[in-house]
């Protein structure tokens, strides 16, 4: 066990809707990181949060957002779904800010099926 | 850019085979370089990591010495066993760079008994 929980575990809905993830970093981890890991692009890093401010960003649609709560929990919100955003979505955390030397502690991730 | 190149799989072992995954990165900075680990229905975990040319990172059996010369991370076990089957993947983060960390495609790992 990380220590990183997401929920939820599984999720199905059609295309065009709009779904949230959710993901609870360790105790005493700032840093929380979304990652889509799918079967033709592996794991694609998305974007990166730190201590509610957004850190760096990667291969984010414009259709996808996160953003990062005072108790440093964070979402990801995905809308306007294609069947193409089908994927395992992970979350990631970590102590620091900038995560050259830091581990990073995976959640179990979210599989979501788009219909 | 940054990129990590891994080999393909699946690797099919026997148990106690030696094993090796291959691993080579480009990066414009000075890079971490990390092996995670992804058991069936998991999360990744971190296996190990070398934060320096020469370092020698190692865990429960498995090691990657990182290699500056031939910009390689491999990694390697002497003896592999039933529950080492995994996908395995090859990660690096730049500190000269942006930090955004880059994995490689994964690399499935089959063993035997």
């Known amino acids: 066990d990380s220590g990183v929980t997401q929920t939820p575990k599984h999720l199905i809905t059609a295309t065009g809707q709009r779904v949230t993830l959710r993901c609870s970093p360790r105790?005493?981890?700032?840093?929380v990181y979304w990652y889509q890991q799918s079967l033709d692009q592996g794991l694609q890093f998305l974007i990166q949060?730190?201590?509610?401010?957004?850190?760096a960003k990667g291969n984010i649609l414009e259709r996808f957002s996160a953003q990062q709560f005072p108790d440093l929990h964070s979402e990801l919100n995905l809308s306007s779904l294609e069947l193409g955003d089908s994927a395992l979505y992970f979350c990631?955390?970590?102590?620091?800010?900038?995560?050259?030397?830091?581990?990073?502690?995976f959640g179990p991730g979210t599989r979501l099926t788009v219909l | 850019g940054d990129s990590v190149t891994q080999m393909e799989g699946p690797v099919t072992l026997s148990e106690e085979a030696f094993l090796t995954i291959n691993c080579t990165y480009t990066?414009?900075?000075?890079?971490?370089l990390f092996w995670y680990v992804q058991y069936p229905g998991e999360g990744l975990q971190l296996l190990l990591k070398?934060?320096?040319?020469?370092d020698k990172g190692s865990n429960k059996g498995f090691e990657a010495t990182y290699r500056k010369e031939t910009t390689s991370f491999h990694l390697e076990k002497g003896s592999v066993q039933v529950s080492d089957s995994a996908v395995y993947f090859c990660?690096?983060?730049?500190?000269?760079?942006?930090?955004?960390?880059?994995f490689g495609r994964g690399t499935s790992l089959i063993v035997h008994p």
């Open positions: 070398a934060t320096k040319a020469d």
């Open positions: 990660a690096l983060s730049d500190r000269g760079g942006s930090y955004i960390p880059t």
């Open positions: 990631a955390s970590s102590v620091a800010r900038q995560g050259s030397t830091d581990t990073q502690y």
């Open positions: 990066a414009t900075g000075y890079p971490s």
């Open positions: 105790s005493g981890d700032l840093s």
């Open positions: 949060y730190y201590n509610g401010e957004e850190r």
